[in-house]
Nanobody, 124 residues
Framework: QVRLVESGGGLVQAGGSLRLACTAS????????MGWFRQGPGKEREFVAAISWSGGYSVYADSVEGRFTIDRDTAKNMLYLQMNSLLPEDTAVYYC?????????????????WGQGTQVTVSS
């Protein structure tokens, strides 16, 4: 099991930027996938972005493609989400998660470990 702790959330105006970080404690396999999910008020949890831990392969939800960038630093066991051109509809609690596989990284059911989340609020 890997412990995940998110940071970097906050309040930002529409059009602004935030950079989320996820600190992982424990060994992450080279075959693992790491993802960001979010849950807005009154909404179900949804996929945002994911990246393969070893090879840098990444995928994005259509709603954030071109605005968000996922990255990882394997030496530091860190996962990041750079969020630019933020919109009010990006308001949500953002979670990082770890999957044992890069298969189906858009599917939350494949993820084994989850952080507690960090709140992102975008004002209009």
């Amino acid at each position: 099991q890997v412990r995940l702790v998110e940071s970097g959330g906050g309040l930002v105006q529409a059009g602004g930027s935030l950079r989320l970080a996820c600190t992982a404690s424990g060994r992450i396999s080279g075959s693992a996938g790491m993802g960001w999910f979010r849950q807005g008020p009154g909404k179900e949890r949804e996929f945002v972005a994911a990246i393969s831990w070893s090879g840098g392969y990444s995928v994005y939800a259509d709603s954030v493609e071109g605005r968000f960038t996922i990255d990882r630093d394997t030496a530091k066991n860190m996962l990041y989400l750079q969020m630019n051109s933020l919109l009010p509809e990006d308001t949500a609690v953002y979670y990082c998660a770890r999957s044992d596989t890069i298969a189906a990284m858009r599917n939350s059911g494949w993820y084994r470990d989850w952080g507690q989340g960090t709140q992102v609020t975008v004002s209009s």
